[in-house]
Protein backbone atom coordinates (compact mmCIF):
# COMPACT_ATOMS: atom_id res chain seq x y z
CA UNK A 1 0.00 0.00 0.00
CA UNK A 2 1.74 3.51 -1.31
CA UNK A 3 0.95 5.84 1.60
CA UNK A 4 -0.59 9.30 0.35
CA UNK A 5 -1.55 11.79 2.19
CA UNK A 6 -5.00 10.36 3.15
CA UNK A 7 -4.12 7.06 4.52
CA UNK A 8 -1.12 8.59 6.23
CA UNK A 9 -3.83 11.25 7.82
CA UNK A 10 -5.96 7.87 8.86
CA UNK A 11 -3.57 5.80 10.01
CA UNK A 12 -2.28 8.76 12.61
CA UNK A 13 -5.78 9.54 13.67
CA UNK A 14 -6.82 6.66 14.27
CA UNK A 15 -3.70 5.41 15.93
CA UNK A 16 -3.94 8.04 18.22
CA UNK A 17 -7.77 7.46 18.87
CA UNK A 18 -7.16 4.40 20.69
CA UNK A 19 -3.46 5.07 21.71
CA UNK A 20 -4.12 8.00 23.82
CA UNK A 21 -1.61 10.24 24.61
CA UNK A 22 -2.32 12.65 26.76
CA UNK A 23 -0.86 16.24 27.26
CA UNK A 24 -2.41 18.09 29.53
CA UNK A 25 -5.15 16.88 32.45
CA UNK A 26 -8.04 19.62 33.70
CA UNK A 27 -9.16 18.80 37.60
CA UNK A 28 -11.97 21.24 37.75
CA UNK A 29 -13.67 18.95 34.61
CA UNK A 30 -11.86 16.03 35.09
CA UNK A 31 -10.47 15.29 31.73
CA UNK A 32 -7.78 15.37 29.83
CA UNK A 33 -6.50 17.14 26.78
CA UNK A 34 -4.86 14.44 24.16
CA UNK A 35 -2.88 14.26 21.05
CA UNK A 36 -5.85 13.24 19.51
CA UNK A 37 -7.67 16.43 20.50
CA UNK A 38 -4.89 18.68 18.12
CA UNK A 39 -5.14 16.29 15.35
CA UNK A 40 -9.34 16.64 15.10
CA UNK A 41 -8.54 20.46 15.30
CA UNK A 42 -6.42 20.14 12.14
CA UNK A 43 -7.28 17.33 9.94
CA UNK A 44 -10.98 19.17 8.95
CA UNK A 45 -8.89 21.61 7.51
CA UNK A 46 -7.22 19.75 5.08
CA UNK A 47 -10.49 18.19 3.85
CA UNK A 48 -12.68 21.38 3.81
CA UNK A 49 -14.27 20.42 0.35
CA UNK A 50 -15.09 17.02 1.37
CA UNK A 51 -17.94 18.57 3.27
CA UNK A 52 -19.98 17.59 -0.12
CA UNK A 53 -20.18 13.99 1.70
CA UNK A 54 -21.75 15.09 4.61
CA UNK A 55 -25.61 13.85 4.16
CA UNK A 56 -29.03 14.53 6.61
CA UNK A 57 -29.02 11.53 8.78
CA UNK A 58 -29.59 10.26 11.98
CA UNK A 59 -26.25 10.87 13.43
CA UNK A 60 -26.17 14.54 11.98
CA UNK A 61 -29.08 15.41 13.21
CA UNK A 62 -28.35 14.36 16.55
CA UNK A 63 -25.35 16.18 16.76
CA UNK A 64 -27.10 19.37 15.37
CA UNK A 65 -30.07 18.81 18.34
CA UNK A 66 -27.45 18.47 20.43
CA UNK A 67 -25.65 21.38 19.66
CA UNK A 68 -28.78 23.13 20.06
CA UNK A 69 -29.59 21.99 23.10
CA UNK A 70 -26.50 22.80 24.81
CA UNK A 71 -26.39 26.42 23.48
CA UNK A 72 -29.47 27.08 24.57
CA UNK A 73 -28.98 25.19 28.25
CA UNK A 74 -25.64 27.21 28.38
CA UNK A 75 -27.59 30.66 28.88
CA UNK A 76 -29.42 28.82 32.36
CA UNK A 77 -26.88 26.32 33.24
CA UNK A 78 -23.30 28.11 31.57
CA UNK A 79 -20.78 25.38 30.05
CA UNK A 80 -16.94 24.54 30.95
CA UNK A 81 -13.93 22.83 29.45
CA UNK A 82 -16.39 19.86 28.68
CA UNK A 83 -18.97 21.39 26.47
CA UNK A 84 -16.20 21.54 24.22
CA UNK A 85 -16.64 17.56 23.64
CA UNK A 86 -19.43 18.62 20.88
CA UNK A 87 -16.51 20.20 18.81
CA UNK A 88 -14.69 16.69 18.41
CA UNK A 89 -17.60 14.56 18.15
CA UNK A 90 -18.47 16.61 14.82
CA UNK A 91 -14.61 16.56 13.70
CA UNK A 92 -14.15 13.18 14.53
CA UNK A 93 -17.89 12.37 12.76
CA UNK A 94 -16.57 14.37 9.77
CA UNK A 95 -13.08 12.95 9.02
CA UNK A 96 -15.08 9.64 9.39
CA UNK A 97 -17.01 10.47 6.43
CA UNK A 98 -13.83 12.21 4.61
CA UNK A 99 -11.98 8.52 5.01
CA UNK A 100 -15.07 6.29 4.80
CA UNK A 101 -15.49 7.86 0.85
CA UNK A 102 -11.77 8.26 0.05
CA UNK A 103 -10.41 4.73 1.20
CA UNK A 104 -11.23 1.85 -1.03
CA UNK A 105 -12.18 -1.66 0.86
CA UNK A 106 -8.39 -3.21 0.69
CA UNK A 107 -6.71 0.17 2.18
CA UNK A 108 -9.48 0.28 4.94
CA UNK A 109 -8.69 -2.83 5.96
CA UNK A 110 -4.72 -2.77 5.87
CA UNK A 111 -5.13 0.64 8.19
CA UNK A 112 -6.97 -1.21 10.61
CA UNK A 113 -4.19 -3.72 10.67
CA UNK A 114 -1.84 -0.98 11.15
CA UNK A 115 -3.63 0.95 13.63
CA UNK A 116 -3.66 -3.00 15.91
CA UNK A 117 0.32 -3.36 15.63
CA UNK A 118 0.89 0.48 17.27
CA UNK A 119 -1.58 -0.51 20.11
CA UNK A 120 0.85 -3.89 20.51
CA UNK A 121 3.74 -1.36 20.36
CA UNK A 122 2.57 0.72 22.76
CA UNK A 123 1.50 -2.23 25.20
CA UNK A 124 4.85 -3.90 24.55
CA UNK A 125 6.68 -0.58 24.98
CA UNK A 126 4.58 0.52 28.08
CA UNK A 127 5.46 -3.43 30.06
CA UNK A 128 8.61 -2.71 29.20
CA UNK A 129 8.70 0.14 30.80
CA UNK A 130 7.17 -0.68 34.33
CA UNK A 131 8.60 -4.63 33.61
CA UNK A 132 9.17 -3.91 37.53
CA UNK A 133 5.53 -3.43 39.01
CA UNK A 134 3.47 -5.08 35.73
CA UNK A 135 1.39 -6.13 38.91
CA UNK A 136 0.33 -2.82 39.53
CA UNK A 137 -0.71 -2.25 35.74
CA UNK A 138 -3.00 -5.41 35.79
CA UNK A 139 -3.98 -6.03 39.06
CA UNK A 140 -6.88 -3.51 40.29
CA UNK A 141 -5.08 -2.06 42.85
CA UNK A 142 -5.47 1.90 44.04
CA UNK A 143 -1.54 2.65 43.46
CA UNK A 144 -1.74 2.68 39.57
CA UNK A 145 -3.03 6.40 38.74
CA UNK A 146 0.60 7.55 37.62
CA UNK A 147 0.79 4.55 34.90
CA UNK A 148 0.29 5.26 31.10
CA UNK A 149 -2.99 3.11 29.68
CA UNK A 150 -3.92 3.10 25.82
CA UNK A 151 -6.82 5.08 27.24
CA UNK A 152 -6.97 7.88 29.37
CA UNK A 153 -9.98 6.25 30.79
CA UNK A 154 -7.55 3.58 32.49
CA UNK A 155 -7.71 0.20 32.49
CA UNK A 156 -11.44 -0.53 32.33
CA UNK A 157 -11.37 1.61 28.84
CA UNK A 158 -8.05 0.08 27.43
CA UNK A 159 -9.70 -3.38 27.84
CA UNK A 160 -12.77 -2.56 26.17
CA UNK A 161 -10.87 -0.59 23.44
CA UNK A 162 -8.93 -3.16 22.61
CA UNK A 163 -11.79 -6.23 22.47
CA UNK A 164 -13.75 -3.66 20.16
CA UNK A 165 -10.55 -3.28 18.02
CA UNK A 166 -10.33 -7.04 17.94
CA UNK A 167 -13.95 -6.45 15.75
CA UNK A 168 -12.52 -4.52 13.08
CA UNK A 169 -9.71 -7.64 12.76
CA UNK A 170 -12.70 -9.93 11.98
CA UNK A 171 -12.01 -12.03 8.52
CA UNK A 172 -8.07 -11.05 8.55
CA UNK A 173 -5.45 -12.87 9.68
CA UNK A 174 -4.83 -11.09 12.41
CA UNK A 175 -8.04 -11.46 14.41
CA UNK A 176 -6.91 -14.52 16.33
CA UNK A 177 -4.34 -12.47 17.80
CA UNK A 178 -6.10 -9.24 18.38
CA UNK A 179 -8.73 -11.21 20.17
CA UNK A 180 -5.88 -12.94 22.09
CA UNK A 181 -4.25 -9.74 23.25
CA UNK A 182 -8.13 -8.88 23.85
CA UNK A 183 -9.20 -11.47 26.64
CA UNK A 184 -5.61 -11.89 28.31
CA UNK A 185 -5.94 -8.40 28.89
CA UNK A 186 -9.08 -8.37 30.23
CA UNK A 187 -8.56 -11.04 32.29
CA UNK A 188 -6.06 -10.25 34.27
CA UNK A 189 -7.53 -6.84 34.41
CA UNK A 190 -10.69 -7.95 35.72
CA UNK A 191 -12.48 -5.58 33.35
CA UNK A 192 -16.35 -6.45 33.07
CA UNK A 193 -16.78 -4.49 29.77
CA UNK A 194 -13.38 -6.38 28.15
CA UNK A 195 -14.68 -9.85 28.95
CA UNK A 196 -17.87 -8.80 27.46
CA UNK A 197 -17.00 -7.36 24.66
CA UNK A 198 -14.02 -9.94 24.27
CA UNK A 199 -17.11 -12.37 24.08
CA UNK A 200 -19.10 -10.95 21.39
CA UNK A 201 -16.20 -11.05 19.22
CA UNK A 202 -15.39 -14.32 19.36
CA UNK A 203 -19.05 -14.82 19.15
CA UNK A 204 -19.34 -12.94 15.99
CA UNK A 205 -16.25 -14.88 14.62
CA UNK A 206 -17.21 -18.11 15.28
CA UNK A 207 -20.83 -17.28 13.95
CA UNK A 208 -19.44 -16.21 10.69
CA UNK A 209 -16.99 -19.19 10.27
CA UNK A 210 -20.13 -21.35 10.50
CA UNK A 211 -20.75 -24.48 8.51
CA UNK A 212 -24.42 -24.33 9.56
CA UNK A 213 -25.87 -21.35 11.34
CA UNK A 214 -27.84 -23.45 13.76
CA UNK A 215 -24.89 -25.79 14.69
CA UNK A 216 -22.24 -22.68 15.54
CA UNK A 217 -25.00 -20.68 17.36
CA UNK A 218 -25.97 -23.66 19.30
CA UNK A 219 -22.76 -24.73 20.29
CA UNK A 220 -21.58 -20.94 21.50
CA UNK A 221 -24.60 -20.79 23.62
CA UNK A 222 -24.45 -24.56 25.71
CA UNK A 223 -20.57 -23.63 26.21
CA UNK A 224 -21.26 -20.00 26.95
CA UNK A 225 -24.16 -21.17 29.32
CA UNK A 226 -21.74 -24.34 30.60
CA UNK A 227 -18.47 -22.12 31.35
CA UNK A 228 -20.84 -19.36 33.22
CA UNK A 229 -22.69 -22.51 35.79
CA UNK A 230 -19.46 -23.70 36.36
CA UNK A 231 -17.67 -20.33 37.27
CA UNK A 232 -21.42 -19.93 39.67
CA UNK A 233 -20.85 -22.62 41.24
CA UNK A 234 -16.93 -22.39 41.81
CA UNK A 235 -17.05 -18.99 43.37
CA UNK A 236 -19.52 -20.46 46.14
CA UNK A 237 -16.67 -22.60 46.70
CA UNK A 238 -13.29 -20.81 46.27
CA UNK A 239 -12.61 -17.28 45.75
CA UNK A 240 -12.45 -16.31 42.04
CA UNK A 241 -11.66 -12.45 41.90
CA UNK A 242 -13.00 -12.36 37.72
CA UNK A 243 -16.47 -13.18 39.15
CA UNK A 244 -16.37 -11.20 41.80
CA UNK A 245 -16.30 -8.46 39.12
CA UNK A 246 -19.81 -9.16 38.16
CA UNK A 247 -21.39 -9.00 41.10
CA UNK A 248 -23.75 -6.38 42.24
CA UNK A 249 -22.99 -6.69 45.92
CA UNK A 250 -20.01 -4.89 44.94
CA UNK A 251 -21.79 -2.02 43.64
CA UNK A 252 -24.61 -1.75 45.88
CA UNK A 253 -22.18 -1.27 48.72
CA UNK A 254 -20.20 1.64 46.78
CA UNK A 255 -23.63 3.15 46.14
CA UNK A 256 -23.59 3.45 50.15
CA UNK A 257 -20.51 5.42 49.79
CA UNK A 258 -21.80 7.66 47.46
CA UNK A 259 -19.90 6.37 44.56
CA UNK A 260 -20.05 3.76 41.84
CA UNK A 261 -22.66 3.41 38.94
CA UNK A 262 -25.38 3.13 40.73
CA UNK A 263 -24.96 5.85 42.98
CA UNK A 264 -24.53 7.75 39.84
CA UNK A 265 -27.86 6.80 38.02
CA UNK A 266 -29.37 7.56 41.41
CA UNK A 267 -28.16 10.96 41.43
CA UNK A 268 -29.01 11.27 37.22
CA UNK A 269 -32.61 10.81 38.50
CA UNK A 270 -32.65 12.92 40.76
CA UNK A 271 -31.21 15.33 38.01
CA UNK A 272 -33.55 14.75 35.69
CA UNK A 273 -36.70 15.13 37.87
CA UNK A 274 -35.76 18.96 37.61
CA UNK A 275 -35.35 19.21 33.61
CA UNK A 276 -35.88 16.22 30.93
CA UNK A 277 -34.95 18.45 27.97
CA UNK A 278 -31.18 18.62 28.69
CA UNK A 279 -28.37 20.66 30.94
CA UNK A 280 -26.26 20.66 28.48
CA UNK A 281 -22.82 18.88 27.52
CA UNK A 282 -20.40 18.66 30.09
CA UNK A 283 -23.41 20.13 32.74
CA UNK A 284 -24.49 16.50 33.70
CA UNK A 285 -22.37 15.29 36.54
CA UNK A 286 -21.70 19.24 38.20
CA UNK A 287 -25.98 19.44 37.74
CA UNK A 288 -26.03 15.92 39.60
CA UNK A 289 -23.33 17.89 42.70
CA UNK A 290 -25.61 20.95 43.00
CA UNK A 291 -28.63 19.05 43.48
CA UNK A 292 -27.57 16.43 46.16
CA UNK A 293 -24.56 17.67 47.51
CA UNK A 294 -22.88 14.78 46.54
CA UNK A 295 -19.27 14.79 45.32
CA UNK A 296 -18.57 12.45 42.72
CA UNK A 297 -14.69 11.14 40.86
CA UNK A 298 -16.28 10.34 37.90
CA UNK A 299 -17.10 12.96 34.96
CA UNK A 300 -19.83 11.01 33.27
CA UNK A 301 -22.84 8.56 34.34
CA UNK A 302 -21.45 5.77 32.64
CA UNK A 303 -24.23 4.90 30.73
CA UNK A 304 -24.21 7.09 27.47
CA UNK A 305 -27.94 6.79 26.83
CA UNK A 306 -28.48 8.02 30.13
CA UNK A 307 -25.76 10.72 29.78
CA UNK A 308 -27.89 11.85 26.29
CA UNK A 309 -30.83 12.13 28.36
CA UNK A 310 -29.28 14.22 30.86
CA UNK A 311 -27.08 16.82 29.02
CA UNK A 312 -29.36 16.24 25.49
CA UNK A 313 -32.70 15.85 26.62
CA UNK A 314 -35.45 13.60 25.97
CA UNK A 315 -35.06 14.99 22.14
CA UNK A 316 -31.34 13.88 21.95
CA UNK A 317 -31.76 10.75 23.07
CA UNK A 318 -34.60 9.63 20.20
CA UNK A 319 -32.45 11.03 17.70
CA UNK A 320 -29.63 8.75 18.86
CA UNK A 321 -32.10 5.63 19.38
CA UNK A 322 -33.05 6.17 15.96
CA UNK A 323 -29.39 6.22 14.71
CA UNK A 324 -29.08 3.13 16.87
CA UNK A 325 -32.26 1.47 14.97
CA UNK A 326 -30.83 2.23 11.29
CA UNK A 327 -27.31 1.57 12.16
CA UNK A 328 -28.95 -2.34 13.63
CA UNK A 329 -31.61 -2.62 10.10
CA UNK A 330 -29.24 -1.34 7.64
CA UNK A 331 -27.66 -4.11 5.06
CA UNK A 332 -23.89 -3.90 4.90
CA UNK A 333 -21.11 -5.49 3.70
CA UNK A 334 -17.17 -5.32 3.26
CA UNK A 335 -15.66 -3.36 5.83
CA UNK A 336 -18.49 -1.73 6.95
CA UNK A 337 -19.54 -5.12 8.07
CA UNK A 338 -16.84 -5.13 10.48
CA UNK A 339 -17.56 -1.19 11.67
CA UNK A 340 -21.47 -2.14 12.07
CA UNK A 341 -20.40 -5.20 14.68
CA UNK A 342 -17.73 -2.88 16.11
CA UNK A 343 -20.35 -0.23 16.86
CA UNK A 344 -22.90 -2.81 17.97
CA UNK A 345 -20.28 -3.89 20.54
CA UNK A 346 -19.99 -0.61 21.53
CA UNK A 347 -23.46 0.61 22.32
CA UNK A 348 -23.77 -2.77 24.29
CA UNK A 349 -21.10 -1.91 26.32
CA UNK A 350 -22.11 1.34 26.28
CA UNK A 351 -25.11 0.63 29.06
CA UNK A 352 -21.84 -0.01 31.79
CA UNK A 353 -19.35 2.32 30.44
CA UNK A 354 -18.14 5.57 28.15
CA UNK A 355 -19.53 8.79 28.47
CA UNK A 356 -20.68 8.90 24.63
CA UNK A 357 -18.64 12.01 23.11
CA UNK A 358 -15.41 9.23 22.36
CA UNK A 359 -13.73 10.23 19.30
CA UNK A 360 -13.72 6.19 18.45
CA UNK A 361 -17.26 6.20 18.91
CA UNK A 362 -18.32 9.17 16.13
CA UNK A 363 -15.33 8.62 13.69
CA UNK A 364 -16.67 4.75 13.31
CA UNK A 365 -20.20 6.10 12.86
CA UNK A 366 -19.29 8.32 10.34
CA UNK A 367 -17.61 5.87 8.46
CA UNK A 368 -20.08 3.43 8.97
CA UNK A 369 -22.40 6.13 6.84
CA UNK A 370 -19.57 6.88 4.50
CA UNK A 371 -19.37 3.41 3.49
CA UNK A 372 -22.63 2.76 2.43
CA UNK A 373 -22.96 6.39 0.53
CA UNK A 374 -19.99 5.10 -1.17
CA UNK A 375 -21.37 1.96 -2.25
CA UNK A 376 -24.50 3.51 -3.48
CA UNK A 377 -22.37 5.82 -5.48
CA UNK A 378 -20.46 3.61 -7.29
CA UNK A 379 -23.93 1.06 -7.93
CA UNK A 380 -24.98 4.52 -9.38
CA UNK A 381 -22.13 4.98 -11.42
CA UNK A 382 -21.86 1.28 -12.36
CA UNK A 383 -25.86 1.52 -13.90
CA UNK A 384 -25.27 4.87 -15.93
CA UNK A 385 -22.37 3.29 -17.17
CA UNK A 386 -22.25 1.96 -21.11
CA UNK A 387 -21.92 -1.81 -20.94
CA UNK A 388 -18.61 -2.68 -22.71
CA UNK A 389 -20.25 -6.62 -23.16
CA UNK A 390 -22.15 -7.00 -27.07
CA UNK A 391 -25.77 -6.62 -26.50
CA UNK A 392 -27.68 -9.61 -28.07
CA UNK A 393 -28.32 -10.14 -31.88
CA UNK A 394 -31.42 -10.18 -33.24
CA UNK A 395 -31.58 -13.04 -36.18
CA UNK A 396 -32.96 -11.66 -39.54
CA UNK A 397 -36.41 -13.18 -40.35
CA UNK A 398 -35.90 -14.82 -43.44
CA UNK A 399 -39.35 -14.73 -45.68
CA UNK A 400 -41.16 -17.67 -47.55
Known amino acids: MVINRTRAAAVTLMAMIFVQVPLSHSASSKSHVNVYHLLLLVFPLLYLPAARYLKVNPATAFIGTMIATSAAAGASYGGGLRSTLLVFVASSYFLGVVFGRKLPELDLRRIFIWVLGCCIAFLLVRDAVYAGSLGAVYARSEGASGILYMSTGGRNIEASLLALLSILMLGTRAYPIAAGIALLTSGMMLSRAGLIGTAVSIGIAAYRARKTRQFYFYAFAAVATVVLMAGLVL ?56 LSGLKFVENNVHNIYLQFLLEGGVQSLLLFLLMVGHILISRTEGQQRNIKAFLLCYLMLAFIEFSGYEAYLWFFVGMFYARGDRRRAERRALARAPSSAPGPTTPELSHA
Not at 235 to 263: M, W, Y
Open 235 to 290: SSVIDIPVLDRFNLQAETQLEHKNVGRLALWNTAGLALDHNLLGYGVGNGVPMMED
